[in-house]
């Protein structure tokens, strides 16, 4: 157990619709990072957050955003869902936003979107 | 971007084997770990490694920065290990993006 959770485990939803994926970080960790992995695009950063603050982006699409909350825990909206956006999407956590440090990484979301 | 290629892509090791995994990268790098990905989709990590060696009971990694490849070391393999193994790299300067390299699909067979 690396201490990250995320919830829901698996989400089943229909194209169009919109899903809120949540995120606790480590306790003590400040940064937080979302990831997509899908069959064909393998394991992509999406972005990342900083003590509520957004420090990073990478591949994520308009559709899609988050925030990081004063508690630290994180959300990762995705709307107008597409059947492509079927994958597991992961959450991360590590102690400075870059550098130095290592991320642990929470047990996935599994979105399926019909 | 920082591009990261592993070798081999696939692997079949009888138990007992031992292997090498290879990870190369294109740029320099402030951050590079190892993770297991195991068969329930799990992403468990392994070692964080920018630089030297370490080990972890019959798993140990290399990080040659200067030359830009680290090397993940299983010996004595077990089922247990099956699964995918991942390299990510921060590139310098591009400070929290993480780059995943496609992985090594490991079976081990009794």
């Known amino acids: 157990d690396s201490g990250v959770t995320q919830t829901p485990k698996h989400l089943i939803t229909a194209t169009g619709q919109r899903v809120t994926l949540r995120c606790s970080p480590r306790?003590?960790?400040?940064?937080v990072y979302w990831y997509q992995q899908s069959l064909d695009q393998g394991l992509q950063f999406l972005i990342q957050y900083y003590n509520g603050e957004e420090r990073a982006k990478g591949n994520i699409l308009e559709r899609f955003s988050a925030q990081q909350f004063p508690d630290l825990h994180s959300e990762l909206n995705l709307s107008s869902l597409e059947l492509g956006d079927s994958a597991l999407y992961f959450c991360a956590s590590s102690v400075l936003p870059s550098g130095g440090n290592e991320q642990f990484f929470g047990p996935g979301t599994r979105l399926t979107v019909l | 971007g920082i591009q990261v290629e592993q070798s081999p892509p696939d692997l079949i090791l009888q138990e007992g084997a031992n292997s090498t995994l290879r990870c190369n990268f294109s740029d320099s790098v402030n951050n590079l770990q190892w993770f297991h990905q195991n068969p329930w989709g799990q992403l468990i990590n392994l070692f964080y490694?920018?630089?030297g060696t370490k080990q972890n009971g019959r798993l140990s990694a290399t990080t040659v920065a200067t030359e830009r490849y680290s090397l993940l070391y299983i010996s004595s393999s077990q089922t247990t290990d099956s699964g995918v193994y991942f390299c990510a790299v921060e590139q310098f300067g591009s400070w929290g993006k993480f780059q995943f390299g496609a992985g090594t699909q490991v079976v081990v067979t009794p």
């Open positions: 490694i920018p630089s």
């Open positions: 306790s003590g960790d400040l940064s």
